[in-house]
């Protein structure tokens, strides 16, 4: 008989490469692994030869950037979705992507079971099921963390020398790390006390509020239907524009995100994030928003923004009620075109003007001049009057039952 195939999501870190033969010891099967380039910003090519290494039978590596800045950054930041106010979802939306693509594969290679390094304490391993079970709700999922005896860092290592694995292990950054073209994830070791300021040299891609330049820098994002289209007046397609944002932001010591979140297995978790294209372009959407959605709108999107993060950061991508917001999100974005200006300096982003030819803002009604036949004073009473009503009827009734 022909030996089990399994799919692999493969990294080239610590636990991944032990999993290789773990799976093969264990399941007594052919391990194929897949690494989904998302923007890591990291050598991936030598990962084929580690891979090899291991154990495994070969290794595909997938170039998803493209697809994940238009098809997962792009809806979100169009639908102003922060988890918990502070977290721009990073590994979040990383994570759907990567799995629909280990199940594509996963069928082309015939492989009966897919197998991924996530931890049981952490949302990864949700992210990674819930899409595996939405585009194959017969595949066997292997989660090695949930079975497997080794429970330390030390274990590990031991069980990768044991079996000639070479690890890279770097003592001096004993930190939980997820990297992408849009953030970067610090969790892990000290950071685990949130009476702990993080360290100095903790940031990789970008510099502190206190070492940024003493002058500000101004930038200009301009928008179509929502997203983000040039920078400093200059066209460019998505990638280029979020690494131009980055490096922008970055230097300036914008977008730095500290904070204790409510992971969706149960538990509290302390992390610190680098989004530093994120942050300045959330702010310049939702500055643009400001003169291009009436009230109403833009008040119900800020209630959905909130669920709309919370299905994100759960996984729960390939959904009904998701695509159903993204639907509603997409029809409010038709008129937010436009540019917005900000003023970034030490860590701070500050708004700097706005416009857009869809602009709602109407200085002839707004100024506190003459409106002339535009808004008349008068008609204030008989609104304040009307909306007052119920207000003043309740107080009348007070009176007579005192």
């Not at 792009?74 to 106010?85: D, H, R």
């Not at 989004?275 to 009230?295: K, N, S």
């Not at 416009?355 to 002839?364: D, I, T, V």
Request: aromatic content about 8%; hydrophobic content about 40%; glycine content about 6%.
């Amino acid at each position: 008989m022909a030996k089990m195939r399994v799919l692999l999501a493969y990294s080239g870190g610590l636990d991944t490469s032990i999993i290789v033969p773990w799976l093969m010891e264990n399941y007594d099967c052919e391990v194929v692994c897949v690494a989904g380039d998302v923007g890591q910003g990291e050598e991936l090519e030598p990962l084929h030869e580690k891979a090899k290494m291991c154990g495994a039978e070969k290794l595909y590596i997938e170039d998803l950037r493209k697809e994940f800045v238009e098809e997962f950054i792009w809806p979100t930041l169009k639908a102003g979705a922060v988890y918990e106010q502070k977290y721009l979802l990073g590994t979040s939306f990383a994570r759907p992507l990567i799995a629909k693509r280990l199940v594509e594969i996963a069928h082309k290679e015939n492989c009966t079971a897919i197998c991924h390094g996530c931890t049981g304490k952490g949302n990864d391993q949700v992210r990674f099921e819930l899409t595996i079970k939405a585009f194959d709700p017969h595949m066997k999922i292997i989660a090695p963390w949930r079975t497997w005896e080794l429970k330390t860092r030390e274990e590990e290592i031991e069980y990768a020398e044991a079996r000639n694995i070479p690890v890279p292990v770097k003592k001096d950054r004993p930190y939980s790390m997820d990297r992408n073209i849009w953030h970067i994830s610090h969790e892990g070791a000290d950071l685990e006390d949130p009476w702990n300021e993080p360290p100095a040299d903790l940031l990789l891609t970008m510099v502190t509020p206190e070492k940024a330049p003493d002058q500000p820098e101004y930038v200009t994002i301009d928008f179509e239907k929502g997203v983000p289209v040039a920078v400093n007046g200059e066209k460019m397609e998505a990638i280029e524009l979020l690494t131009k944002c980055n490096e922008i932001a970055a230097r300036n010591g914008v977008g730095c995100a500290d904070l204790v979140e409510n992971r969706l297995v149960g538990m509290k978790s302390r992390g610190v994030y680098e989004t530093p294209g994120g942050i300045m372009l959330f702010a310049a959407h939702q500055y643009l928003e400001t003169i291009t959605l009436d009230r109403q709108t833009s008040h119900y999107k800020d209630q959905l923004a909130i669920k709309f993060a919370e299905l994100v950061y759960d996984g729960m991508w390939y959904t009904p009620l998701r695509e159903a917001l993204s639907a509603f999100v997409d029809s409010t974005q038709q008129a937010v075109n436009g540019t917005a200006r900000l003023k970034l300096y030490k860590g701070n982003c500050i708004p700097a003007g706005v416009k857009s030819p869809n602009s709602l803002y109407l200085e002839e009604i707004a100024t506190f001049g003459d409106s002339g036949e535009m808004y008349s004073h008068k008609d204030s009473e008989g609104f304040i009057n009307l909306l007052g009503l119920p207000m003043k009827v309740k107080a009348l009734v007070d009176e007579k039952t005192k």
